[in-house]
């Protein structure tokens, strides 16, 4: 697609229960981040895709969290027992890998699923 | 390690006026640096990168962002304020080295008014 696509753009969840994230991103971008922001708080990195590598999981906060990209393509980030702090904004970003130029691309951000946990 | 530190959580300015939003950076290789901006309600927007080309960097709306190596600064600024300039502006650096290759660390975010 033109962009990066995300869905649901909201949801809301009981605590406890498990939610499912969805990534699209953009086609041939080898490279898929998940980030979340907390109200009031910056952006913070969570779980990093690059092609058939595996994956830099070192941003993933708990054991409930867990992400995985099939094909190279579509991502879900799941989130299982859900809590009143993992209520934030949940931002997919995908980057086209050249390999040793990545960086210079920038990064596609999606428009985020807002997840509220009541 | 990397790390990126914005210096004013909120910067209110008028409008036609200058726009000035700091970003300092550490970084133990050579960095990537990326300003983004964040309307309400919609998703993050490159506003533009620098990758060791030249050190002013030129981006969108016109916002432009000086990299300086000897103050380890990425400062952003605009010569005059538009009301649509209001929204929520984020520094970012990553670097192709090291272990954390990839990751995005972003800054606090800054949040800019513009006022008429």
């Known amino acids: 697609g033109a962009g990066v696509s995300q869905s649901p753009s909201n949801k809301v969840t009981e605590k406890g229960k498990d939610v499912e994230l969805r990534c699209d991103p953009i086609?041939?971008?080898?490279?898929l981040y998940w980030y979340r922001q907390s109200l009031g708080q910056g952006l913070e990195f969570l779980i990093y895709?690059?092609?058939?590598?595996?994956?830099?999981k070192s941003g993933l906060p708990s054991d409930r969290f867990s992400a995985e990209r099939t094909g190279g393509s579509v991502s879900t980030l799941t989130i299982q027992r859900t809590q009143q702090e993992d209520s934030a904004v949940y931002l997919c970003?995908?980057?086209?890998?050249?390999?040793?130029?990545?960086?210079?691309?920038?990064?596609?951000f999606g428009s985020g699923t807002r997840l509220t946990v009541v | 390690a990397q790390s990126v530190t914005q210096l004013d959580s909120h910067v209110s300015v008028s409008e036609g006026t200058p726009v000035l939003l700091r970003c300092n950076y550490s970084?133990?290789?050579?960095?990537?640096l990326f300003w983004y901006v964040q309307h309400p309600n919609k998703g993050l927007q490159l506003l533009l990168k620098?990758?060791?080309?030249?050190?002013l960097v030129k981006g969108i709306n016109g916002f432009e962002a000086e990299f300086k190596k000897s103050e380890t600064s990425f400062h952003l600024t605009k010569p005059s304020a538009h009301m649509s300039d209001a929204a929520e502006y984020f520094c970012?650096?990553?670097?192709?080295?090291?272990?954390?290759?990839?990751?995005?660390?972003f800054g606090k975010g800054t949040k800019l008014s513009v006022k008429p």
């Open positions: 086609s041939g971008h080898t490279a």
């Open positions: 620098y990758t060791s080309a030249a050190t």
């Open positions: 970084s133990s290789y050579s960095p990537s």
């Open positions: 970012v650096v990553t670097s192709l080295y090291g272990g954390s290759q990839g990751n995005l660390i």
């Open positions: 895709f690059q092609g058939n590598s595996a994956p830099d």
């Open positions: 970003a995908s980057s086209l890998d050249s390999g040793v130029g990545f960086s210079n691309y920038g990064y596609t």
